[in-house]
T-cell receptor
Framework: DSGVTQTPKHLITATGQRVTLRCSPR?????VYWYQQSLDQGLQFLIQ???????AKGNILERFSAQQFPDLHSELNLSSLELGDSALYFC?????????????FGEGSRLTVL | DAKTTQPPSMDCAEGRAANLPCNHS???????VYWYRQIHSQGPQYIIH???NNETNEMASLIITEDRKSSTLILPHATLRDTAVYYC?????????????FGTGTSLTVIP
């Protein structure tokens, strides 16, 4: 158990819909990261937040947005969903946003768009 | 973006050492080498990291060449539970954020 909690674990929805994925980082971790992993694909970095502020942005679509709240949990919002958005979405956390250190990953949210 | 090259797949006999190579020929002086693994659709798991010295922990050893252009992750006694995709990542330290860019990794199959 990494200490990172993601909900929901599974989600099935239709094209055009909007969903919200939630992530609770490890206690004390200030940074949250979101990754997308499509079928048979590598992990694609989407976005990073540190203590409520956006720190880095990767290959995140404009239809996607995220935020980190004062209690440090984070949400990833996916809108106007397309079939190609079906993927595993992982959240990770780390203590700091800048120092060398490891990321702790949650078990992911599996999104299926029909 | 990923700056490493790994073989797409490898096999290893159970109980033998698994040696997973990684090429990072463009690594710069302030970049660490990290290894993670992902067991079938689970969240990736940190294994080990290093800058220039060899490192060892309870899971594995990391051997970095003197010129730092390549490294090898060693699982000393592979078990069936070590079957996973192993990712080698280089990441700079300093005030550049802590994001990790994963490549396609090496799919290690441990054979009974």
């Amino acid at each position: 158990d990494s200490g990172v909690t993601q909900t929901p674990k599974h989600l099935i929805t239709a094209t055009g819909q909007r969903v919200t994925l939630r992530c609770s980082p490890r206690s004390g971790d200030l940074s949250v990261y979101w990754y997308q992993q499509s079928l048979d694909q590598g992990l694609q970095f989407l976005i990073q937040y540190y203590n409520g502020e956006e720190r880095a942005k990767g290959n995140i679509l404009e239809r996607f947005s995220a935020q980190q709240f004062p209690d440090l949990h984070s949400e990833l919002n996916l809108s106007s969903l397309e079939l190609g958005d079906s993927a595993l979405y992982f959240c990770a956390s780390s203590v700091s946003g800048v120092s060398a250190g490891e990321l702790f990953f949650g078990e992911g949210s599996r999104l299926t768009v029909l | 973006d990923a700056k490493t090259t790994q073989p797409p797949s490898m096999d290893c006999a159970e109980g033998r050492a698994a040696n997973l190579p990684c090429n990072h020929s463009t690594i710069s002086g302030n970049e660490y080498v990290y290894w993670y693994r992902q067991i079938h659709s689970q969240g990736p798991q940190y294994i080990i990291h290093g800058l220039k010295n060899n490192e060892t922990n309870e899971m594995a050893s990391l051997i970095i060449t003197e010129d730092r252009k390549s490294s090898t992750l060693i699982l000393p006694h592979a078990t069936l539970r070590d079957t996973a995709v192993y990712y080698c990542i280089v990441r700079p330290r300093g005030n550049t954020g802590n994001q990790f860019y994963f490549g396609t990794g090496t799919s290690l199959t441990v054979i009974p």
